[in-house]
């Protein structure tokens, strides 16, 4: 037998090593040794492992989305140049509408009546179950509910952001129902639980009906948003009502929100075909229309905001003509390729290369998803003792 002293391997060396690894290869790697377990359970490695992967997707011609289909069936989808591979996987237990959130490798799903709260890492399957919000509003059909997730570094840290409105009761009458926002913090004191923000009258934001999907840049959460409701759309033409739109931002840190101005073009835009993609770690907004050509068709502008909070930077990235789509879920991949994947409001995931005009579509099951696409990172986030966290049994 060879002395232990032969096969040691120094730490920094065994570090640059497994962060290069599949999640799923380094589960298995848990029961190597207790040194093993410590230091890939460690949240130093768990980040360093997820920049590592951060920074291959930015290196390599690859593209990763996470699927969620009709009857609640997931699956991993990646494409290259000239491939795609699609693996389905295990779905976490309970009743899940839909999915609320992304990011770092963690799924956010919650039920309908927002009753059912989950976070799930499909690269470990693991998952973590929420408690319910204390304070939720009327359970009835035009509730409105967004949910922001996002991490804060210094804490170690992910907080789930939830705002709640109930457009029933929105518009005077006694039962008027204010706008509700409370924060989760996933990795703090479980007695702490959720805790309701007080929000300022200049608050940026009092209708919830068409406020885009969250994304973060800088260790911010974002969402596009809304002042006037966009109900009222009337009786802001008639310089009767204040209308705007802006970016809302959000600091995991400190729960603190801020505001960032859209290009001067879009902020009165009544419109509320916006939404917020990433590219280059930069917040990206779409703009999407009515094509000149012919009603049958759509058109999308892309505005890139060059340096982060400054509005002076915006820049229009490209022009994009589209099919009559609509799409609900907009993932923007590769800058100098144009390439645009969109889930159509069918369930057809499309992409589309902006340079030529050109699109295509893909071949059997993966053509129609019947659902909602995300972006997705490889992580072993949820490994390191989130409490209460717990392991998805395979099958």
């Known amino acids: 037998m060879a002395d232990?002293?032969?096969?040691?391997?120094?730490?920094?060396?065994?570090?640059?090593?497994l962060k290069r690894l599949p999640s799923k290869t380094l589960i298995q790697f848990l029961i190597v040794s207790?040194?093993?377990?410590?230091?890939?359970?460690?949240?130093?490695?768990?980040?360093?492992?997820?920049?590592?992967?951060?920074?291959?997707?930015?290196?390599?011609?690859?593209?990763?989305?996470?699927?969620?289909?009709?009857?609640f069936r997931c699956s991993l989808f990646r494409y290259g140049d000239h491939f795609y591979q699609r693996t389905f996987i295990p779905s976490p237990p309970g009743e899940f509408g839909s999915v609320a959130a992304s990011y770092n490798g963690l799924i956010c799903f919650f039920d309908s009546k927002l009753r059912n709260l989950l976070l799930?890492?499909?690269?470990?399957?693991?998952?973590?179950?929420?408690?319910?919000?204390?304070?939720?509003?009327?359970?009835?059909?035009?509730?409105?509910s967004i949910v922001g997730l996002g991490f804060n570094p210094i804490e170690n840290d992910y907080k789930l952001v939830l705002f709640d409105y109930d457009r029933m009761y929105a518009y005077g009458g006694e039962d008027y129902s204010p706008l509700n926002v409370q924060v989760y913090s996933v990795n703090g004191d479980v007695n702490l639980g959720?805790?309701?923000?007080?929000?300022?009258?200049?608050?940026?934001?009092?209708?919830?009906?068409?406020?885009?999907?969250?994304?973060?840049?800088?260790?911010?959460?974002?969402?596009?948003?809304?002042r006037g409701g966009i109900d009222q759309v009337n009786e802001h033409m008639m310089g009767m009502k204040e209308f705007g739109a802006s970016i809302l931002s959000f600091d995991p840190r400190n729960d603190c929100?801020?505001?960032?101005?859209?290009?001067?073009?879009?902020i009165k835009e009544v419109d509320p075909?916006?939404?917020?993609?990433?590219?280059?770690?930069?917040?990206?907004?779409?703009?999407?229309?009515?094509?000149?050509?012919?009603?049958?068709?759509?058109?999308?502008?892309?505005?890139?905001?060059?340096?982060?909070?400054?509005?002076?930077?915006?820049?229009v990235l490209y022009?994009?003509?589209?099919?009559?789509?609509?799409?609900?879920?907009w993932n923007i991949w590769d800058k100098e390729e144009g390439k645009v994947f969109i889930t159509t409001s069918w369930g057809t995931l499309i992409v589309f290369h902006a340079n030529n005009g050109s699109s295509s579509g893909f071949s059997g099951e993966v053509a129609m998803i019947g659902g909602q696409a995300f972006d997705y990172t490889e992580s072993l986030v949820l490994l390191d003792g989130f409490s209460g966290a717990s392991w998805l049994h395979m099958e």
């Open 273 to 315: 075909d916006l939404c917020l993609a990433v590219i280059d770690d930069s917040l990206v907004v779409i703009h999407l229309g009515a094509s000149e050509d012919t009603l049958l068709k759509y058109s999308a502008i892309v505005w890139k905001m060059e340096e982060y909070g400054v509005e002076e930077s915006w820049k």
């Open 194 to 226: 959720w805790k309701r923000l007080i929000l300022p009258p200049s608050f940026p934001c009092d209708d919830l009906s068409h406020v885009s999907e969250a994304c973060v840049v800088n260790d911010f959460i974002h969402w596009i948003v809304f």
């Open 120 to 144: 799930w890492n499909p690269s470990i399957n693991k998952f973590l179950q929420i408690e319910q919000p204390p304070i939720l509003h009327s359970s009835s059909f035009q509730m409105f």
């Open 34 to 71: 207790k040194s093993w377990y410590s230091l890939i359970t460690n949240p130093n490695f768990i980040n360093s492992h997820l920049h590592h992967h951060k920074s291959l997707s930015l290196l390599h011609p690859n593209h990763h989305l996470f699927l969620l289909e009709s009857h």
């Open 319 to 329: 022009r994009i003509n589209l099919p009559y789509v609509f799409g609900t879920n």
């Open 4 to 17: 232990t002293n032969d096969t040691y391997i120094p730490n920094d060396i065994l570090i640059s090593i």
């Open 257 to 266: 929100f801020g505001e960032i101005q859209l290009p001067k073009c879009l």
